[in-house]
């Protein structure tokens, strides 16, 4: 069965950084789009970045161009987020997704 484990959340302070990493099993992996989402309380889940097949194309919201970085390793069957200059509204549960499937989710808190 299709299965997404997320891991890197924790707590960060403004300006730092973390990497989230998706490990990704029960499919073959680099027939898919794979795309990282957000949901912070109260708020409705929002899709982060997505990254195609071959990792040839990616598209990232607006609030976080420039500063996260979306990629995949279709050797070892994982997606990952870079996030850098962290901010408090990047303060949020975030979830792997491939079209109907999600992982558990990893919470990322911005704080000082």
């Known amino acids: 069965q299709v299965q997404l484990v997320e891991s890197g959340g924790g707590l960060v302070q403004p300006g730092g950084s973390l990497r989230l990493s998706c490990a990704a099993s029960?499919?073959?992996?680099?027939?898919?789009?794979m795309s990282w989402y957000r949901q912070a309380p109260g708020k409705a889940r929002e899709l982060v970045a997505r990254?195609?097949?071959?990792?040839?194309?990616?598209i990232y919201a607006d609030s976080v161009k420039g500063r996260f970085t979306i990629s995949r390793d279709n050797r070892k069957n994982t997606v990952s987020l870079q996030m850098n200059s962290l901010k408090s509204e990047d303060t949020a549960v975030y979830y792997c997704?491939?079209?109907?499937?999600w992982g558990q989710g990893t919470q990322v808190t911005v704080s000082s």
């Open positions: 029960g499919f073959t992996f680099w027939y898919y789009v």
């Open positions: 997704n491939r079209d109907e499937y």
């Open positions: 990254i195609t097949k071959d990792g040839g194309r990616k």
